[in-house]
């Protein structure tokens, strides 16, 4: 997806959208690397609902079996950011992120519109996830 050049040159934006696109590819290892989750998340289940969790293992935890239920599902994810907002101030920064997360099963498609904030931190010279809270503000069939 191409997005405006007003989100682009933002900060966190390409790390926003390097995380999502982890998520849709399943790709654990990477997302591993930029997120730290020292407080742990709330996210969204497969259901719709909030998943909340508090701590590094359980961050593991979701995620490994998270892509695995996807996978097992076929389902097909992706994320349209819709809204862009950050801020950065030293070692510590925040976005705040609007977003379509789209779900495809079974020929149905849902978008679940959702926003989130995210908490980055600097760990030597990267910077990291370090938490990350989402709310669904409405769920569309397609």
């Known amino acids: 997806m191409e997005y405006p050049v007003e989100f682009k040159n933002k900060v966190f934006f390409d790390l926003t959208v390097e995380m999502l696109n982890c998520v849709r590819d399943h790709n654990f290892d990477r997302l591993s690397e930029i997120c730290d989750d020292d407080f742990g ?36 994810t992706w994320s349209e950011i819709t809204n862009y907002e950050s801020l950065q101030s030293g ?10 997360q789209m779900l495809v099963v079974g020929g149905k498609k849902m978008r679940f519109s959702v926003l989130s904030t995210i908490i980055w931190k600097r760990v030597e010279d990267t910077w990291k996830e370090s938490r990350y809270h989402c709310s669904i503000l409405k769920v569309k069939e397609e």
């Open 41 to 76: 998340i709330i996210d969204i289940n497969p259901e719709g609902g909030s998943e909340v969790i508090r701590d590094r293992e359980g961050w593991e935890n979701w995620f490994r079996g998270l892509f695995a239920k996807l996978k097992a599902m076929n389902a097909q």
């Open 91 to 100: 070692d510590m920064g925040y976005s705040v992120v609007d977003f379509d």
